[in-house]
């Protein structure tokens, strides 16, 4: 990590948060050292251990910088909010605003103070192209939603010294056909590079009325978007 870059990260003065592995899922993400396929059940913490691997990679100076990715599609559905596309996007950053409070136990939005030093970015699959991601931990988040020309841009703007995570609920997949299950194929067959943790509803982690609703929803392989 350079010099300027850790001094940034000093001066900010963040605590990481000790998190310990709730599920045996969990702990084979904090066991693994590849590039790592997460899936499964919502409410299993997918996305929030990922980030603490960031923060704890990046700490460790092992890169020197955490980006977020998500797909584009969404940006469908904001059609008609005011402002410009930059500033509809920033609803998709809300997750990692609060996780990032939550990993540091800061209320002063630590997300946005390293965003605005370079240390996090986020990007949509439309801003992908023509990037080269290098010293980076990347966090491609709600994988599900992207189509394998999505896939295949990220995977292919991986450059040097980089760690990729790929955070997705395949039963929550907006698109019908998108490609999604052929590069699943092609992951799987890389396994000298990449483990696929797959995580069921005794992974699930978020409490009461939430887990029982999840866990009737995942046992009846039930798919909201069909009954709309």
């Not at 998500?70 to 990692?96: A, H, I, N, Q």
């Not at 590079?193 to 009846?220: C, H, M, N, P, W």
């Amino acid at each position: 990590m350079p010099k300027k870059r850790r001094d940034v990260l000093s001066s900010l003065n963040f605590h990481i948060k000790d998190i310990e592995p709730l599920t045996g899922s969990q702990k084979s993400v904090f066991e693994s050292k590849k590039n790592l396929m997460l899936h499964g059940c919502a409410g299993t913490g997918k996305t929030f251990i990922s980030l603490h691997l960031a923060l704890e990679s990046l700490y460790a100076e092992q890169y020197d910088k955490i980006v977020i990715v998500r797909s584009s599609v969404p940006t469908r559905e904001m059609g008609f909010l005011p402002g410009t596309e930059d500033e509809k996007s920033k609803v998709y950053e809300s997750p990692y605003i609060s996780i990032m409070q939550e990993l540091l136990s800061r209320g002063d939005n630590p997300y946005g103070q390293l965003k605005s030093k370079g240390i996090i970015n986020f990007l949509t699959t439309s801003y992908v192209r023509g990037t080269t991601f290098n010293n980076s931990i990347i966090i491609v988040d709600e994988c599900q939603n992207m189509t394998f020309h999505e896939l295949d841009s990220i995977i292919t703007r991986v450059g040097r010294n980089c760690r990729i995570i790929f955070c997705g609920d395949f039963f929550q997949a907006d698109l019908k056909v998108n490609g999604l299950k052929t590069f699943i194929t092609i992951i799987n067959r890389m396994t000298d590079e990449f483990d696929f943790i797959e995580f069921g509803i005794d992974d699930i982690v978020r409490s009461g009325f939430v887990k029982s609703y999840l866990t009737q929803k995942y046992k009846a392989n039930f798919d909201y978007k069909d009954n709309m």
